[in-house]
């Protein structure tokens, strides 16, 4: 298993979708009722009758850029899922813009990618469930230091060639190919260009997400960011540095350095997927 996670170590729950008891986030199986919390496991056939379908390379960066403290947060993690003498690569990518400021945004995007880090399998209903957990971690939280506290979310779970795709705010995602965006996240934001969201996990108790599947293709990129990259830069520009760069790492730093050339103000984070060959 691979994972990449921007966090901190507080102590965090999961709810069991089958009993909806609280069980500690480092548990494996439900206290009350034993059913298995997050992760598929494996089944039991032999490593030599598994081969691997899934081809994607995937890099990410997050840069405080001109602010004080970095309110951003990003999860890059990938397992093995085993069915039929067959396994699949299962990614799951998130990007977190916390809001509240100092303390309280790093703590809400932190939160938000911590929660759903536990719910990498197949079934989006897990993913789901567990972005709506946060949202609820986020908003009592919020409660208790009767401050402002909240979060964008973007995450997409990835199974070879099967792109889904969750959201509430403003942090982007594009499904780039052959040098052109072909789509983008529509920005919960009041009017296009605008910073006032509508719509982010802590703003109410309860959150209808936003949702899509994409289908990626060889050579695609899925690039996933905070708007402080996406404020800042051009379509043409995101296609053009992509292209002509050397390595997924290489375009995610120069994406951002980019960004900060280009005038933004934000924390600025990235991660990029890329489907087969460069």
């Known amino acids: 298993m691979r994972e990449v996670i921007i966090t901190d170590n507080s102590a965090e729950t999961i709810i069991c979708v089958n009993c909806n008891k609280t069980n500690s986030i480092v548990k494996e199986h439900c206290k009350s009722c034993g059913c298995f919390l997050w992760e598929e496991q494996p089944q039991n056939e032999t490593k ?12 990410g960066a997050s840069f405080i850029g001109r602010r004080q403290n970095n309110e951003d947060a990003y999860l890059i993690k990938s397992t093995e899922s085993y069915h039929d003498n067959k396994s699949e690569t299962i990614h799951l990518l998130a990007v977190a813009d916390g809001m509240g400021g100092l303390k309280n945004g790093e703590e809400a995007s932190r939160t938000a990618v911590t929660t759903i880090s536990r719910s990498i399998t197949k079934d989006t209903f897990f993913l789901k469930t567990s972005i709506k957990a946060a949202n609820t971690k986020i ?11 909240g979060t964008t979310i973007m995450a997409a779970l990835i199974t070879n060639e099967e792109i889904h795709v969750f959201w509430a705010g403003d942090s982007p995602l594009y499904h780039i190919r052959e040098n052109e965006i072909i789509f983008r996240t529509e920005d919960h934001t009041d009017k296009p260009g605008s ?12 959150i209808e997400l936003s949702e899509t599947k994409l289908q990626a293709k060889p050579g695609d990129f899925i690039l ?15 296609c053009e540095i992509i292209s002509a760069s050397n390595s997924l790492q290489d375009a995610c730093n120069s994406m951002m350095r980019n960004a900060l050339e280009n005038g933004s103000n934000d924390n600025i984070t990235a991660i990029l997927a890329g489907y087969g060959s460069r």
Do not use: H, P, V
Not at 195 to 203: D, Q
């Open 195 to 206: 910073n006032l969201l509508t719509k982010s996990l802590g703003a109410e108790e309860f």
């Open 48 to 59: 030599n009758e598994i081969q691997s379908t899934c081809s994607w390379e995937i890099q």
């Open 224 to 238: 996933l960011c905070s708007d402080g990259l996406s404020g800042f830069m051009k379509d043409r520009e995101i």
């Open 139 to 149: 908003y009592i939280e919020g409660l208790k230091k009767s401050m402002e506290m």
